[in-house]
């Protein structure tokens, strides 16, 4: 099983990014997937997840409005698209993939299969 997240960059603040986290090995159909992020000194975050019933989403608060997570399945793709960036947006940006349960969807310890990161970096 492999997660590979790519889309990552260089940007202004207030620009956008969209990235993006392609599965080899592993069908996302019936996993949730989620974005999570990592700035330097800090612990990892959660971001952003989509479930694979009915397609919900779950955003954190501070990218709620900005951030939107979608997915193609026939691809096997999940995206992140990132819109009006800020400098503390800045992190390494990982996919990651499980059969996570609701109460646990911003918990990084639910999923299972994790993507190697992205840089993501905001200039201000």
């Known amino acids: 099983v492999q997660l590979q997240a790519s889309g990552g960059g260089l940007v202004q603040a207030g620009g956008s990014l969209r990235l993006s986290c392609a599965a080899s090995?592993?069908?996302?159909?019936?996993?949730?997937t989620g974005w999570f992020r990592q700035a330097p000194g800090k612990e990892r975050e959660f971001v952003a997840a989509?479930?694979?019933?009915?397609?919900?989403?779950f955003y954190a608060d501070s990218v709620k409005g900005r951030f939107a997570i979608s997915r193609d399945n026939a691809e096997n793709t999940v995206y992140l698209q990132m819109n009006s960036l800020k400098p503390e947006d800045s992190a390494v940006y990982y996919c990651?993939?499980?059969?996570?349960?609701?109460?646990?969807?911003?918990?990084?310890?639910?999923?299972?299969?994790w993507g190697q990161g992205t840089q993501v970096t905001v200039s201000s």
């Open positions: 989509i479930r694979w019933s009915g397609g919900t989403t």
């Open positions: 990651a993939a499980g059969g996570v349960i609701l109460s646990a969807i911003r918990n990084a310890d639910g999923y299972r299969y």
């Open positions: 090995g592993l069908s996302f159909r019936g996993h949730t």
